[in-house]
């Protein structure tokens, strides 16, 4: 897993915090964004974000269980064997499924059905387990639990722009059904964007999911390459530093 | 395109550009699009027009996002080629949004986001029909009727197909009706002689209209094989496979089944045979791969029209089949002269 090596480069030392806390909001919600560049969690994802409210009910879901096992794993990082650390992580990310399951099964009924399978699955959703491994087993408690909710943020947003964007181009509408979510105030929440719209199947089918997703991973890449565009030609005008060593692998810093 | 007769010494090449190559083959669909609008009115015309002018501004506009040249590849006609052949296979008279959205996704999202004309790994024309067909199921399954219109001689007027694309036309259901594919999928429990004898669709003039159109397309199609534009091989293959199923399935089974005569001359056989699965784009380059993809489509269309969800497969098969060309390609390399027999893929480490 690519984050892992990236954060155990980070992070030699297994006690040391990496405490940066601007660095974990900005890895989550942007340079190591779990939908964009680790592309974790891509089942339900696809999935479900036929509508803003599936994926923004999804992403909430995520984002709790996702925080929730940061902490608790985060919590046990001392106790827990190093043999036998995954299948612990994996019965305390079902404990927190199970607890999430239940709470839209009493609260919002009806997305709970919509979503069906999806909520169970979040267990094997390869976002929270590998953020369990790879920084909150090496982290104290509020570094992992700020870590947990950012990327569970980054998670999310991609989730809630996918599920606007196929809604959008699939039904021409925006927020319909948000009720199911938010309680009576959100009825007429609903934004019809195109009147008689015909409805545009494909961008509800699996396969919008995935264009969608391409366009999105090649927005961010094209926005990145303009920056690194933009730092570089800054440090061109300011001249070349005294002296530079050249690295060919790895990431360089700075 | 171009590579068919590149060979030593390249004088001979005179002529036979891309551009050549791609205008060769709209002319050569002009005795099918003749045929239809005889048949259907206006529309196709109308929907190659529309199609025509949605290529060119997607392609310029991608094109120049691209930074690349936008005279010099909108002057290839390629663009153009895939409007053409996606006009001829959307219903005549459907909306003119469907057609923007098909030729727009076509030449976007399968041509230019690969890379252009030359990197495509599927069939752009059959990416757009493909989207239309799965995104607008009802408008894109309404065929001018043939049978009423075609008795009386009520082809719908120029101004009418205007009217049915740009607006609504009123009484469009009293235009249009299955096609003889779509009849025969949904005869339902009916044997084969009860549902040609009493299913609209199957009736003479219906079928004889689709007979004029596929016989269109030959013609066509034989056009291009004789100017050496396509080979022979893969439409061979492609009509040899599906004539075959479809004769083996009709010897076992002559009560539920349809005769390899009706499977050859309804739908887009003659038209997918010849113009969609010759792209030499995204289809072998091989001859032996060639017979083994054209093959491949054509069991895939029998096995679509037969058991699968839409009344003809040829925009699936050919896309199912671009998908294997790279493979197929892969284990029917040519021998190469001077080489015992043909290498299979890289052997690294070993040189024969």
């Known amino acids: 897993m690519s984050t892992e090596d990236t954060l155990t480069s980070e992070n030699p030392q297994e006690s040391a915090p990496s405490a940066n806390y601007s660095e974990i909001i900005y890895n989550g919600l942007w340079k190591n964004n779990p939908a964009l560049v680790q592309l974790l969690g891509l089942c339900p994802m696809l999935a479900v974000t036929s509508t803003v409210v599936n994926a923004l009910g999804l992403g909430l879901a995520t984002m709790v269980v996702l925080m929730g096992s940061n902490v608790a794993v985060s919590l046990i990082r001392n106790y827990v064997a190093d043999a036998v650390r995954l299948p612990a992580f994996v019965m305390i990310i079902a404990s927190f499924t199970t607890c999430i399951e239940l709470i839209m099964q009493a609260y919002t009924y009806e997305l709970y059905q919509i979503l069906g399978i999806f909520i169970p699955l979040i267990v094997t959703n390869c976002a929270i387990l590998g953020r369990a491994d790879a920084f909150a087993s090496r982290n104290p408690v509020l570094p992992s639990a700020l870590d947990g909710m950012m990327m569970g943020l980054g998670f999310t947003v991609i989730l809630v722009v996918l599920g606007g964007m196929r809604e959008l181009i699939g039904q021409g509408t925006l927020f319909s059904d948000m009720q199911l979510l938010f309680g009576d105030m959100a009825l007429h929440w609903k934004l019809v964007v195109f009147a008689n719209y015909p409805d545009v199947l494909f961008a509800m089918l699996p396969p919008g999911a995935f264009i969608g997703l391409g366009l999105l991973i090649a927005l961010k890449n094209f926005m990145d390459e303009r920056e690194q565009k933009r730092l570089a030609a800054q440090k061109a005008q300011q001249g070349p530093a005294e002296s530079k060593r050249v690295r060919v692998t790895g990431q360089t810093a700075s | ?352």
């Not at chain 2, 607008?136 to 001689?153: D, I, K, N, R, Y």
């Not at chain 2, 791969?289 to 699936?316: N, Q, S």
Request: proline share 5%; hydrophobic share 50%; charged share 10%.
């Open chain 2, 1 to 352: 395109m171009a590579l068919l007769r590149i060979t030593s010494p390249h004088t001979q090449r005179a002529g036979r550009r891309t551009s050549w190559v791609m205008l060769m083959v709209m002319l050569a669909t002009v005795p099918g699009i003749a045929v239809q609008t005889w048949l259907f009115g206006w529309g196709t015309l109308i929907n190659i027009a529309i199609a025509g002018i949605a290529a060119l501004l997607s392609e310029a506009l991608i094109l120049s996002i691209r930074r690349r040249s936008v005279a010099f590849f909108l002057k290839d006609y390629s663009a153009l080629l895939t409007a053409v052949l996606l006009g001829i296979a959307l219903p005549p008279t459907v909306a003119w949004w469907v057609t923007v959205t098909a030729v727009a996704f076509a030449i976007i999202f399968a041509k230019q986001l690969y890379g252009g004309l030359g990197n495509n790994p599927f069939n752009p024309a059959m990416v757009g029909y493909a989207i239309v067909l799965v995104s607008f199921p009802v408008p894109m399954t309404q065929w001018v009727g043939a049978h009423e219109l075609l008795a009386s001689g009520a082809v719908p007027t120029f101004s009418q197909s205007l009217q049915a694309i740009f607006q609504h036309l009123p009484n469009i259901d009293s235009y249009t009706m299955a096609t003889p594919l779509d009849g025969f999928k949904h005869k339902n429990e009916l044997s084969s002689a009860a549902a040609f004898s009493s299913i609209d669709a199957l009736q003479l003039p219906s079928l004889s209209s689709w007979l004029w159109i596929n016989g269109a397309y030959l013609l066509g199609g034989l056009m291009l094989v004789w100017l050496r534009v396509i080979t022979w091989h893969t439409p061979a293959a492609l009509l040899a496979a599906l004539a075959l199923m479809a004769g083996v399935f009709y010897l076992f089974d002559p009560a539920h089944a349809a005769s390899p005569w009706f499977h050859l001359t309804t739908g887009a056989a003659m038209f997918g045979a010849f113009f969609i699965a010759t792209d030499p784009v995204s289809s072998c380059t091989s001859n032996r791969g060639k017979l083994v993809y054209g093959a491949g489509i054509g069991i895939l269309i029998y096995i679509i029209r037969t058991w699968g969800g839409y009344p003809d497969g040829v925009a699936f098969g050919v896309l199912l089949m671009n998908f294997a060309a790279p493979l197929i390609d892969y284990y029917t390399q040519p021998r190469t002269y001077g080489h015992q027999k043909a290498k299979k893929g890289l052997k690294i480490g070993e040189d024969n």
